[in-house]
C-alpha cells in the first residue's frame, strides 16, 4: 500500500496511471451494469466517486510537489492530470452511450421493459402496465396503465425496481392494484376502472382521481397528489372514501414488468394490504388505556385505545426509527408518554388524560415566538402527531392563537384547544416503554423464501 501511495504521490505520470485505471474501470461498470441490475447501477456510481476521489488525489500531489519545490514533477501532474480529466470525460460519454444502446436494447435485468403481456391460459386482465426508462442509465422507469383503446394514465415511476403489481378484483368489477410489494416503504395503490378507463390512487383513507393524460405521479400526501401532465404539472385533490371499497376482493395473481402474469389463488399479501391493529404490551406495568398499532408505508403508526371504545391516532414512527414509546405517570394523575429516545429535536410527546379520555400534542418552540405548548387533538382524529399544528401571534404582546387540523372518521377535523407546558412534567414517573412489534413485512417475505 505504501509502494501504490508513493507511485501516486511522487511520480510525475502516478496520478495519470489512477486516472486511466479508474476510466477504465469506469467505463466497464457502466457498460456491464444492465444484467447486473441494481449492483450494477451501484457498483458504477460507486467507480464515479473513485474517479471524484482521483481527481482530489491528483490536486493533493500537486501541491505536494509545490511544497517541496519540486516544480519539473509539479508540471507533470499537472498535464498529464488534464489529459486524465479529458480521459474520464470521454470514457464517460462511451459508457453513457454504450449504457444507454444497451439498456434499450434489453428487456432482461432493469433495461427497459416491454408492454405488458396480460393474456394467458387461465387468466385475462383488460389492462396492460407499461414500462418506459425514465434515465438513460438507472434503474427508474416511468409506468402507465394502458387501456384497450390506447388510452394511457401515468401512475408513481419506479425507481430502483418496485417489483410486480399484485392484482385483484373488487366486487363492483374494478381491478385493484398494489405496486411495491418488495419495498413496503415505497407501496403505491390503485383502482382501475375499465369500463370509464380511470385510474385511482389511494392517498390514507382517500381515492384521488388522476386525470387524464398524466405522465406520471410525483408526490403525494393525505388526501392529494401531485401529476405531470400533457399541459403541465398540476395538484389534485379530494376523491371518495376507501371505505369498505377493498372488502370481498378476490386475488388474481402478480403481473411482473417483463410482462409475463402469474395467475394465483387465496391472498398471499392479506397482511400487508389490509395491517391489523394489535395490541403493543407495555413491559413496567398496566395502565388504564391500551395502544394499538399497525404498519403501513414502512412505518408503524400508533393509537390509544380507552376503556369505552374510543380511539385517537398519535402518529406514525416514520422519522424516529421503530424505537417504540416511554411512558411516564404525571403527579396530576394524567400520562406522559414520548418517543423512545431522548432527541428533543425529532421526539414527539403526547399527555393523555384517562378521566376525560383526552389526549394532547406537544408543539415544541423553536422559533421563539411562545412556549412549548400542549394542543387537544380532537376527536375521531385518524392522524395526529403535531404537523397539523399552526401558530400565529404570540410576540410583541399579540394574540397567541392555536390550531391543531387533523383527518378525522368524519372527514377533516379543526380544534383549538392549548395550554402551555410550563411545569407540567415535573416530578413524573416512568412506568415502562412499549416496543414496536417486530412485523416488517420484507422479514416475513425471506422467512417464507427461507422455508
Same mark, same amino acid.
Request: aromatic share 12%; proline share 4%.
Given at each position: &500500500? ?8 511522487e511520480t510525475?505520470?502516478? !496520478?495519470?496511471?489512477a486516472?486511466?485505471c479508474?476510466a ?5 461498470a ?11 447501477? +451501484? ?29 519539473g @514533477? ?24 454504450a449504457h444507454?444502446?444497451? +439498456? ?7 433495461? #427497459?421493459?416491454?408492454?405488458?403481456s ?5 387468466a385475462?386482465?383488460e389492462?396492460a402496465v ?6 438513460p ?5 416511468d ?13 408513481w ?6 417489483g !410486480? ?13 398494489v ?9 403505491n395503490?390503485?383502482r382501475?376502472?375499465v369500463?370509464?378507463?380511470?385510474? #385511482?390512487?389511494m392517498?390514507?383513507?382517500? %381515492?384521488v ?9 410525483? =408526490?403525494?400526501?393525505n ?9 403541465g404539472k398540476?395538484?389534485?385533490?379530494g376523491?371518495? !372514501? ?16 417483463? =410482462? ?7 391472498d ?7 395491517p ?9 406495568g ?9 404498519? %403501513?408505508?414502512?412505518?408503524h403508526?400508533?393509537?390509544? +385505545?380507552?376503556?369505552s371504545g374510543?380511539r385517537?391516532?398519535? $402518529? ?9 414509546y ?12 414520548f ?6 429535536? %425529532?421526539?414527539?410527546?403526547w399527555?393523555?388524560?384517562?378521566? *376525560?379520555?383526552?389526549?394532547?400534542? &406537544? ?6 415566538k411562545? *412556549?412549548d405548548?400542549w394542543?387537544?387533538i ?6 395526529a402527531?403535531?404537523? $397539523?399544528?399552526?401558530i400565529?401571534?404570540? #410576540?410583541?404582546? /399579540?394574540t ?6 387533523v383527518?378525522?372518521?368524519?372527514g ?9 407546558? *410550563? ?5 413524573e414517573k ?11 413485512p420484507?422479514?416475513?417475505? @425471506? /422467512?417464507?423464501? @427461507?422455508?
Amino acid at each position: &500500500m505504501r509502494k501504490i501511495a508513493r507511485f501516486v504521490f511522487e511520480t510525475a505520470y502516478g !496520478p495519470f496511471v489512477a486516472w486511466c485505471c479508474t476510466a477504465l474501470l469506469l467505463f466497464v461498470a457502466y457498460a456491464i451494469s444492465p444484467p447486473l441490475g441494481w449492483f450494477g447501477i +451501484a457498483l458504477a456510481d460507486i467507480m464515479f466517486v473513485v474517479q471524484v476521489i482521483v481527481a482530489i488525489v491528483n490536486i493533493i500531489a500537486f501541491f505536494k510537489s509545490l511544497v517541496k519545490h519540486q516544480c519539473g @514533477r509539479a508540471l507533470g501532474q499537472f498535464l498529464l492530470g488534464l489529459a486524465g480529466l479529458f480521459l474520464f470525460g470521454l470514457g464517460s460519454v462511451f459508457a453513457f452511450v454504450a449504457h444507454g444502446i444497451v +439498456a434499450h436494447a434489453t428487456s432482461s435485468g432493469y433495461a #427497459e421493459v416491454r408492454s405488458a403481456s396480460v393474456t394467458n391460459e387461465t387468466a385475462a386482465l383488460e389492462f396492460a402496465v407499461e414500462y418506459r426508462p425514465a434515465h438513460p442509465f438507472l434503474a427508474e422507469y416511468d409506468k402507465c396503465v394502458v387501456f384497450p383503446s390506447g388510452k394511457r394514465i401515468g401512475v408513481w415511476m419506479d425507481s430502483g425496481g418496485a417489483g !410486480p403489481f399484485a392484482v385483484y378484483r373488487l366486487q363492483t368489477g374494478e381491478y385493484y392494484l398494489v405496486d411495491g410489494l418488495e419495498f413496503d416503504f415505497i407501496r403505491n395503490d390503485y383502482r382501475v376502472n375499465v369500463t370509464n378507463e380511470t385510474v #385511482e390512487m389511494m392517498c390514507d383513507e382517500t %381515492w384521488v382521481n388522476i386525470p387524464d393524460k398524466t405522465l406520471k405521479v410525483y =408526490g403525494r400526501s393525505n388526501d392529494s397528489i401531485s401529476v405531470k401532465t400533457e399541459n403541465g404539472k398540476q395538484d389534485v385533490s379530494g376523491g371518495t !372514501p376507501v371505505g369498505d371499497s377493498l372488502k370481498s376482493r378476490s386475488y388474481i395473481g402478480l403481473l411482473h414488468p417483463s =410482462g409475463r402474469f402469474e395467475p394465483g389463488e387465496g391472498d398471499p399479501f392479506a397482511d400487508i394490504i389490509e395491517p391489523k391493529w394489535k395490541i403493543v404490551n407495555l413491559d413496567g406495568g398496566e395502565v388504564p388505556f391500551t395502544l394499538e398499532c399497525r404498519r %403501513w408505508n414502512g412505518s408503524h403508526y400508533y393509537r390509544l +385505545a380507552f376503556a369505552s371504545g374510543k380511539r385517537i391516532a398519535l $402518529g406514525t414512527d416514520r422519522y424516529i426509527g421503530e424505537v417504540g414509546y416511554s411512558l411516564y405517570v404525571l403527579k396530576d394523575g394524567r400520562y406522559h408518554l414520548f418517543t423512545g429516545q431522548k432527541d428533543v429535536s %425529532w421526539r414527539s410527546e403526547w399527555r393523555i388524560d384517562v378521566a *376525560g379520555e383526552t389526549v394532547e400534542v &406537544m408543539q415544541k418552540d423553536h422559533c421563539g415566538k411562545s *412556549g412549548d405548548l400542549w394542543v387537544k387533538i380532537p376527536s375521531g382524529a385518524t392522524s395526529a402527531d403535531g404537523g $397539523g399544528i399552526g401558530i400565529s401571534g404570540g #410576540e410583541n404582546g /399579540k394574540t397567541l392563537n392555536v390550531s391543531i387540523d387533523v383527518n378525522a372518521e368524519e372527514g377533516k377535523a379543526t380544534g383549538h384547544d392549548f395550554e402551555p407546558v *410550563g411545569e407540567t412534567l415535573a416530578n413524573e414517573k416512568f412506568i415502562g416503554k412499549f416496543h414496536a412489534p417486530s412485523d416488517d413485512p420484507q422479514l416475513r417475505r @425471506r /422467512k417464507r423464501e @427461507r422455508n
